[in-house]
């Protein structure tokens, strides 16, 4: 069932809240820390280095995403977590806030990982998440049409794979990953059911960690 229409949040105390809570994400995700990640991994950091990082842009917010997912990735699920709950301090429940729906990915990502992994944390977003699926989304998110199956394609550039580095194809991976739990928060669907995604999501881990210098830290 979709929520009530709610009023927009105004640009002026969008602009605000989201200055204001754009350095405690970044401290909290912490992007100069590769503890537990291999030192090419800090790919999925890089962005939020950048002093035009914004959590009112765009792709400052693909960059978070694509930060956490590659904290969950290495099993950096208490981090992950901990910069998700700064997103769920806008007024999601109350307002109608720009660029909700991409917002929200970094909070679902969370989730994923931290129920995978078995953390306690989960319990932090669970309640935003839960919120975040009540409204239906498009039927393509229930078929399957949006998910990207770059794992079973061959290389977008033809044989010039080794042209390119690892991360580029990681960060596709992690693209792929993404539209897979936003498919599993909302239950899954009968093409794609609970079981399936979880088995696509790890098989994209897998692929991720082979690629060259993105393998798992031992020890």
Do not use: C
Request: proline share 8%; glycine share 6%; charged share 25%.
């Amino acid at each position: 069932m979709d929520r009530p229409s709610l009023p927009e949040l105004a640009p002026a105390e969008h602009r605000a809240l989201k200055a204001r809570l754009t350095p405690l994400f970044v401290e909290a995700l912490a992007p100069e820390d590769l503890t537990g990640m291999p030192k090419k991994a800090k790919f999925v950091m890089t962005g939020l280095r950048s002093k035009a990082f914004s959590l009112s842009s765009e792709r400052s917010i693909a960059m978070a995403t694509g930060a956490v997912l590659g904290l969950g990735v290495y099993g950096q699920t208490t981090r992950a977590v901990r910069a998700a709950e700064v997103i769920t301090r806008l007024p999601f429940a109350t307002h109608r806030v720009p660029e909700e729906i991409h917002l929200v990915s970094i909070v679902r990502s969370a989730f994923y990982f931290a129920v995978r992994d078995g953390s306690p944390s989960a319990s932090l977003l669970e309640a935003d998440v839960a919120r975040s699926v009540a409204v239906r989304p498009h039927d393509n998110v229930f078929n399957g049409r949006l998910l990207r199956p770059y794992l079973d394609e061959p290389f977008p550039y033809g044989e010039h794979r080794d042209a390119y580095p690892a991360w580029h194809q990681a960060a596709n991976y992690l693209d792929s990953i993404r539209e897979f739990i936003r498919l599993w928060s909302y239950g899954g669907s009968e093409l794609w059911p609970i079981a399936r995604l979880e088995a696509e999501i790890e098989r994209y881990i897998a692929a991720i960690h082979r690629e060259p210098g993105l393998e798992p830290v031992r020890g």
